[in-house]
C-alpha cells in the first residue's frame, strides 16, 4: 500500500463525509446550485469585519521592512501581548504575552497543545458529540481519545462521568465552548465544579490533567449570553482559539493557544509548546495575519446575522416537530434525528435536497447537525423542503 495502514483507516472510517459532499456536489449539477441547501460545513458565509479590509489596505499601502520574515516561534510580541490584554481583562487577572503563542487556527494550536503534553498512551478524554477532528489530532501525537458523553437532553457537562473516566493515564479534557455542533455554552458553575473535581483528582492521583479549552466560537454567543474565562475556573487550563469564525478567516490559518498563567509549572509548558510548534512544521504563525489581527481582538463579525439564521430555523423546524436544544452559541442546531438511524434520515433529507451531517459524524448516533452560518435566503428557499422532510420522517 503506499500510504500507511493506519491512514488509509482514518479516511475510510471518515470517508462517508467525503462521499456526502460528493453527492453534493452532483445534485448540484442536476438540480442548479441554487435548489440544494448545503448545511454540511461550518464555513462562514460572511466577509471580515470592514475594519479588517481597512488594516489589510493600510498595510499593503505602507508595508514594513522585514514584514515577511521569520520572526519568533511564539509569535510577534505586539500580537501576543494585543491578545493577553483581553484575556487579562476577562480573566480578571495579569497574563502576559509570555502565556500566548500565536498559531496556525486552533486546529494548529490543538496539535502543538497535544504534542507538547502527551507521552504515549496517555488519555484525552472528549465529550460527545465532539468535533470529530479531535480523534485524529489526539492519535497525530500517540495518545488514546476517551469518549464521555455530556447530559444527553441538555448537552451540558456531565461531571460525575466525567470524573468516573479519569484514570492515572488521563492527561487532558477537551472542551468546546460554544460547543461545535450542539451551541451550548457551560455556564460558570458547571466550570466551578470541573474545575474542582480535577483539582481534587490531581493530588489523588499525583499528576497534572488540563483542560483544553477549545473556543474559536467564543465571540459568536447571543441573547447576552456570555462565554466564562476557563482561567478563572480551571487552574490546569489552555484556550486554544482563531480568528476562524469570528473574523470570518478560516483559510488564512491564524488563531493562538494562552496557557493560565497560575496553572503548575506553566513556563515550561510554553517553552515546551513554543518547541512543538517549530517542530510540527508551523514554525510561527503567518506574519501578515498576525499584524492584522494585533488591531482586531476587540472586533467581530456582524453576530446579529448568526443570532437571526439561528432564530429562523430553531422557530420553523421547531413548529415542523424537530426536537433540539435552543443554542446560545455558535452556528449549529444539533436536533434529535426523527428515524433512530440518523444516517437513514440524512439520506431522506439528500432526496429533499436537503445536505445534511449525522450525529454519527460526531460520536452522537441519534442526532443530525445543521451549520447555518449559510446565506439567509438559502436558509428562507429551504424550509418548504424542510416541511416535506418532516412530513418524509413522520413528524
Ligand atoms: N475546533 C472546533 C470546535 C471547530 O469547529 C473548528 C473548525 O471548524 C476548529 C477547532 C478548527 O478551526 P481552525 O480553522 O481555527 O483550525
Given at each position: 500500500m503506499p500510504i500507511a495502514t493506519k491512514i488509509a483507516g482514518h479516511i475510510a472510517k471518515s470517508s462517508w463525509i467525503r462521499k456526502m459532499f460528493e453527492e453534493g456536489e452532483q445534485l448540484r449539477q442536476v438540480h442548479g446550485a441554487d435548489n440544494v441547501f448545503d448545511f454540511?460545513?461550518?464555513?462562514?458565509d460572511t466577509e471580515p469585519p470592514a475594519q479588517f479590509q481597512q488594516e489589510f489596505l493600510e498595510l499593503a499601502h505602507r508595508p514594513i521592512t522585514g514584514m515577511h520574515r521569520y520572526m519568533s516561534n511564539a509569535g510577534y510580541q505586539e500580537t501576543r501581548a494585543a491578545v493577553a490584554e483581553v484575556l487579562a481583562e476577562a480573566a480578571g487577572f495579569p497574563v502576559g504575552a509570555e502565556h500566548v503563542i500565536m498559531t496556525c487556527g486552533a486546529g494548529g494550536a490543538l496539535n502543538v497543545v497535544l504534542k507538547t503534553i502527551l507521552n504515549p498512551g496517555e488519555e484525552v478524554i472528549i465529550l460527545?458529540?465532539?468535533?470529530?477532528e479531535y480523534k485524529f489530532y489526539i492519535d497525530n501525537h500517540g495518545g488514546v481519545p476517551k469518549e464521555v458523553w455530556t447530559?444527553?437532553?441538555?448537552?451540558?457537562?456531565?461531571i460525575a462521568a466525567i470524573e468516573a473516566a479519569i484514570t492515572r493515564k488521563t492527561r487532558a479534557i477537551i472542551i468546546c465552548s460554544p460547543n461545535n455542533p450542539t451551541g451550548v455554552i457551560y455556564p460558570a458553575a458547571s466550570l466551578d465544579e470541573l474545575g474542582a473535581m480535577l483539582a481534587r483528582k490531581e493530588q489523588e492521583l499525583d499528576r497534572q490533567i488540563y483542560v483544553i479549552s477549545d473556543e474559536p466560537y467564543a465571540r459568536i454567543v447571543y441573547d447576552g449570553k456570555e462565554v466564562p474565562n476557563i482561567f478563572r475556573h480551571v487552574r490546569s487550563s489552555i484556550i486554544v482559539t482563531s480568528h476562524s469564525k469570528d473574523l470570518a478567516?478560516?483559510?488564512?490559518?491564524i488563531g493562538y493557544l494562552a496557557a493560565n498563567p497560575r496553572a503548575h509549572k506553566v513556563e515550561q509548558f510554553m517553552e515546551g509548546a513554543i518547541f512543538s510548534n517549530r517542530v510540527l512544521g508551523f514554525v510561527n504563525a503567518p506574519a501578515l495575519m498576525q499584524r492584522l489581527v494585533a488591531k482586531l481582538q476587540r472586533a467581530s463579525v456582524d453576530i446579529d446575522l448568526y443570532r437571526q439564521k439561528r432564530d429562523l430555523l430553531y422557530d420553523n423546524l421547531t413548529a415542523m416537530g424537530f426536537e433540539m436544544v435552543k443554542p446560545d452559541g455558535a452556528f449549529y442546531l444539533f436536533p434529535k434525528s426523527p428515524l433512530a438511524d440518523d444516517i437513514e434520515f440524512v439520506k431522506l433529507a439528500q432526496q429533499h435536497l436537503i445536505l445534511l451531517v449525522p450525529g454519527a459524524g460526531f460520536g452522537a448516533p441519534g442526532y443530525f447537525r445543521i451549520?447555518?452560518?449559510?446565506?439567509k435566503g438559502m436558509i428562507e428557499r429551504s424550509l418548504p423542503a424542510w416541511r416535506e422532510l418532516a412530513r418524509a420522517a413522520g413528524l
Open positions: 454540511t460545513i461550518g464555513n462562514p460527545a458529540p465532539y468535533f470529530v447530559d444527553r437532553t441538555t448537552f451540558q457537562l456531565d478567516l478560516p483559510g488564512e490559518r451549520a447555518y452560518c449559510v446565506d
